[in-house]
């Protein structure tokens, strides 16, 4: 339940994103980015204390109804019983609310899968030259580079949870736009919903140009 120091967020403010994150999901899934209940989503509602609200876990992201989503604390945990139980990556959602983002957004694409398992060994998937490329936070021009870690894939969560931070603190070369979890998807964010929905559009966008040109060339 909420706890005596907390505050809830006015209703109609988490009915209004609950709204957007509703249409995430069902515009995610028509473009088979966010198929089945893969996936997961989180704004944040309140900043002081940290609370979120996100996806609850083991629900159709195309058919997200109000009563699939849960409200969190800064560690993950839900603030209320009567929510569903908050999916099970939720760590990373705060780990990345805690630096900044006021959104996260995960899918499950093709083009993400695939390119994710191909890079692994590398570690990074660089993308560079297209002109969708200037749609990410804080690219100006084409003649730029997106440089898309690679983590593998694991049920540790709070460990990846952990790595992330560290790479959003970098001094030198701080984790930007979104990352890539080996074989399973996508993890972009931003200032809101919209910020983090531009994102996500653009990067898949790019995974699928970079998946349909090395199909083409014999690359893969």
Same mark, same amino acid.
Not at 26 to 44: A, C, E, K, Q
Not at 93 to 114: D, E
């Given at each position: 339940?909420?706890?005596?120091?907390?505050?809830?967020?006015?209703?109609? /403010?988490?009915? %209004?994103?609950?709204?957007?994150?509703?249409?995430?999901?069902?515009?995610?899934?028509?473009?088979?980015? &966010?198929?089945?209940?893969?996936?997961?989503?989180?704004?944040?509602?309140?900043?002081?204390?940290?609370?979120? %609200?996100?996806?609850?876990?083991?629900?159709?992201?195309?058919?997200? /109804?109000? *009563?699939?989503?849960?409200?969190?604390?800064?560690?993950?945990?839900?603030?209320?019983? $009567?929510?569903?139980?908050?999916? $099970?990556?939720? %760590?990373?959602?705060?780990? +990345? @609310?805690?630096?900044? $983002?006021?959104?996260? +957004?995960?899918?499950?694409?093709? !083009?993400?899968?695939?390119?994710?398992?191909?890079?692994?060994? *590398?570690?990074?998937?660089?993308? &560079?030259?297209?002109?969708?490329?200037?749609?990410?936070?804080?690219?100006?021009?084409?003649?730029?580079?997106?440089?898309?870690?690679?983590?593998?894939?694991? /049920? *540790?969560?709070? &460990?990846?949870?952990?790595?992330?931070? &560290?790479?959003?603190?970098? =001094? !030198?070369? =701080?984790?930007?736009?979104?990352?890539?979890?080996?074989?399973?998807? %996508?993890?972009?964010?931003?200032?809101?919903? @919209? @910020?983090?929905?531009? /994102?996500?559009?653009? +990067?898949?966008?790019?995974?699928?140009?970079?998946?349909?040109?090395?199909? +083409?060339?014999?690359?893969?």
């Amino acid at each position: 339940m909420l706890t005596e120091a907390s505050t809830p967020p006015p209703t109609d /403010q988490i009915d %209004l994103q609950i709204g957007e994150l509703i249409e995430c999901g069902r515009d995610f899934h028509r473009r088979g980015w &966010s198929l089945g209940t893969s996936s997961n989503y989180s704004v944040v509602i309140d900043s002081e204390p940290l609370t979120l %609200l996100m996806t609850g876990s083991g629900f159709d992201k195309g058919r997200l /109804q109000p *009563d699939h989503f849960v409200i969190v604390d800064e560690n993950a945990e839900s603030l209320d019983e $009567a929510f569903p139980k908050p999916s $099970a990556e939720a %760590l990373l959602h705060t780990a +990345l @609310a805690k630096h900044g $983002a006021g959104a996260v +957004l995960h899918t499950h694409s093709v !083009a993400a899968t695939v390119l994710s398992e191909h890079f692994l060994n *590398d570690g990074v998937l660089r993308i &560079s030259g297209y002109e969708m490329l200037k749609g990410l936070s804080g690219i100006t021009t084409h003649e730029s580079e997106a440089v898309i870690e690679i983590y593998p894939n694991t /049920q *540790d969560i709070a &460990s990846l949870a952990s790595a992330i931070e &560290s790479r959003l603190t970098d =001094p !030198a070369n =701080p984790l930007r736009h979104g990352f890539l979890m080996a074989g399973h998807g %996508l993890y972009t964010w931003g200032a809101d919903i @919209a @910020a983090a929905r531009r /994102q996500i559009e653009v +990067l898949e966008f790019l995974f699928e140009v970079v998946t349909q040109k090395r199909l +083409l060339t014999g690359s893969f």
